[in-house]
């Protein structure tokens, strides 16, 4: 974008008058441009905690009513407030597993207790069936390592 053209005054005091005019003009950009940036990371760090609240608040509601839990955070959500992992258990064989929410080819808006329906235990894959997971509880590092052959 091209500045903004300023013509210049005839006499001594208009074109003083319009020099001290842009000056300010200048400063206060300035100022308020790193009041945003200051603003802005203020705002992203509360996003972030209110982020990590939702998801403590709904792994608090799982554990104490034992089922996935409407509304839950989103995936974006429980990732941005620092629980990457979600923690399941196949239904057939109770084997507990661990999967990284950030890593998935959902779209970030989809909540996580929708993906009780579509995520599958590997072992019983393997036997040829496929029983639905049950949602534990969101985490945010591993605790089950993985059993792959």
Not at 16 to 37: D, F, H, N, P
Not at 53 to 74: A, H, K, Q, V
Not at 101 to 118: E, G, I, W
Request: hydrophobic share 35%; net charge positive.
């Amino acid at each position: 974008m091209a500045p903004k053209y300023h013509p210049t005054p005839l006499s001594g005091g208009g074109r003083k008058a319009l020099t001290k005019e842009l000056g300010k003009a200048r400063a206060m950009a300035s100022i308020l441009a790193s009041q945003s940036v200051e603003m802005r990371a203020k705002g992203e760090a509360l996003i972030q905690q209110a982020d990590r609240l939702l998801c403590e608040s709904w792994n608090e509601r799982m554990w104490s009513d034992g089922e996935p839990i409407d509304p839950s955070p989103t995936i974006d959500q429980a990732v941005n407030g620092g629980f990457p992992r979600l923690e399941i258990q196949c239904a057939r064989c109770k084997t507990p597993s661990d999967v990284d929410l950030a890593a998935m080819k959902h779209p970030p808006t989809t909540f996580v207790h929708d993906l009780a329906s579509r995520l599958r235990c590997r072992k019983c894959a393997k036997a040829g069936r496929r029983p639905s997971a049950t949602l534990l509880q969101l985490a945010w590092q591993p605790r089950h390592p993985r059993t792959e052959a």
